[in-house]
C-alpha cells in the first residue's frame, strides 16, 4: 500500500510541475495560485504557507500580478496590509489544466459501486488528512530521526 501511495504522491507532484509549464509558471507560483484560489492571503501570510522569504514572496507576487493571475486587493481588517486574491483569468487558467484530469477521474468513478466509490472516498480523504499533517508538521513523520525519510 506504501508504494501506492508514494506513486499516487508522485504522479500528482508530475501533475503539478505539467500544469506550471503549461501556464508558464513555476512550481511555487502554482502553488500560490493553488492557496489563494481557497481564500484571500496577506502577502506574509503566503509566504509563511509557501515557505518562502519575505523577498521571494514580493518577487512571486510581482510575477503573478503581472502575468494577470491575482490581484492586490486593501485589507479591510488592516489598512497596512493587502490581500491577494486570484483573478478571474487566473482561476480561468488553473481550472483549465484541472478539468482534463478531473473529467477522468470522472469516468473513473463512474464505473464504481456505490460501496466502492464510497471506500475509495474514505480512503482518499484519510490519505489526504495525513498528508496534509505531514506537511504542517515541522519533524515529519511521527518517530523519524534527522535524516530519515519522513
Same mark, same amino acid.
Request: net charge neutral; aromatic share 2%.
Given at each position: 500500500?506504501? %508504494? !501506492?501511495?508514494?506513486?499516487? +504522491?508522485?504522479?500528482?507532484?508530475?501533475?503539478?510541475?505539467?500544469?506550471?509549464?503549461?501556464?508558464?509558471?513555476?512550481?511555487?507560483?502554482?502553488?500560490?495560485?493553488?492557496?489563494?484560489?481557497?481564500?484571500?492571503?496577506?502577502?506574509?501570510? !503566503?509566504? %509563511?504557507?509557501?515557505?518562502?522569504? #519575505? =523577498?521571494?514572496?514580493?518577487? !512571486? @507576487?510581482? /510575477?503573478? $500580478? &503581472?502575468? =494577470?493571475?491575482? %490581484?492586490?486587493?486593501?485589507?479591510? &481588517?488592516? /489598512? /497596512?496590509?493587502?490581500?491577494?486574491?486570484?483573478?478571474?483569468? =487566473?482561476?480561468?487558467?488553473?481550472?483549465?489544466?484541472?478539468? #482534463?484530469?478531473?473529467?477522468?477521474? $470522472?469516468?473513473?468513478?463512474?464505473? !464504481?459501486?456505490?460501496?466502492?466509490?464510497?471506500?475509495?472516498?474514505?480512503?482518499?480523504?484519510?490519505?489526504?488528512? @495525513?498528508?496534509?499533517?505531514?506537511?504542517?508538521? #515541522? =519533524?515529519?513523520? +511521527?518517530?523519524?530521526?534527522?535524516? %530519515? #525519510?519522513?
Amino acid at each position: 500500500m506504501a %508504494e !501506492l501511495v508514494y506513486r499516487q +504522491a508522485a504522479a500528482t507532484l508530475q501533475h503539478a510541475a505539467a500544469m506550471a509549464r503549461r501556464m508558464g509558471l513555476g512550481l511555487t507560483d502554482l502553488h500560490a495560485l493553488e492557496h489563494l484560489s481557497q481564500e484571500e492571503l496577506t502577502p506574509k501570510r !503566503l509566504g %509563511e504557507r509557501l515557505f518562502v522569504s #519575505p =523577498g521571494a514572496i514580493t518577487a !512571486l @507576487v510581482d /510575477r503573478l $500580478e &503581472k502575468a =494577470g493571475h491575482l %490581484e492586490r486587493v486593501a485589507n479591510p &481588517k488592516d /489598512r /497596512r496590509s493587502s490581500l491577494l486574491r486570484t483573478t478571474r483569468s =487566473g482561476r480561468e487558467a488553473m481550472v483549465a489544466q484541472v478539468m #482534463p484530469l478531473a473529467t477522468e477521474v $470522472e469516468r473513473i468513478a463512474a464505473g !464504481l459501486s456505490d460501496e466502492e466509490l464510497a471506500a475509495v472516498e474514505r480512503f482518499v480523504g484519510e490519505v489526504t488528512a @495525513v498528508t496534509t499533517r505531514q506537511a504542517q508538521s #515541522p =519533524g515529519g513523520a +511521527a518517530g523519524a530521526s534527522p535524516g %530519515e #525519510p519522513g
